[in-house]
């Protein structure tokens, strides 16, 4: 079992930057991939990036590659989303996910567990 708690979301102006963590509890966090996802104001949950177990693979997606990058602390049972150059189209609430296969993946379907989402607001 791994629970998952968001934290850092917030207003910024384009061009800025966050960063988001998400702590997870469990001691199987080494164990499992993480992904975060995103839901922009009436649309539907889209990928955003994943990371290996191990952290030595990452996949992001294309609108975000180059802007944002996915890491994780196995010591801390912590996992990141820098976000930078942000623009108002990443305007969504932000979901990490774990999944206990390991390996990295695009599709939601795949996550066993969801972190309760944390809002992040770019302004024009």
């Known amino acids: 079992q791994v629970q998952l708690e968001e934290s850092g979301g917030g207003s910024v102006q384009a061009g800025g930057s966050l960063r988001l963590s998400c702590a997870a509890s469990?001691?199987?966090?080494?164990?499992?991939?993480m992904g975060w996802f995103r839901q922009p104001p009436g649309k539907e949950r889209e990928f955003v990036a994943a990371?290996?177990?191990?952290?030595?693979?990452?996949y992001s997606a294309d609108s975000v590659k180059g802007r944002f990058s996915i890491s994780r602390d196995n010591a801390k049972n912590t996992v990141y989303l820098q976000m930078n150059s942000l623009k108002p189209e990443d305007t969504a609430i932000y979901y990490c996910?774990?999944?206990?296969?390991?390996?990295?993946?695009?599709?939601?379907?795949?996550?066993?567990?969801w972190g309760q989402g944390t809002q992040v607001t770019v302004s024009s």
């Open positions: 996910a774990a999944q206990s296969r390991g390996t990295v993946s695009i599709y939601s379907r795949v996550y066993d567990y």
């Open positions: 990371l290996s177990s191990s952290g030595g693979n990452t």
């Open positions: 469990g001691r199987t966090f080494a164990y499992v991939a």
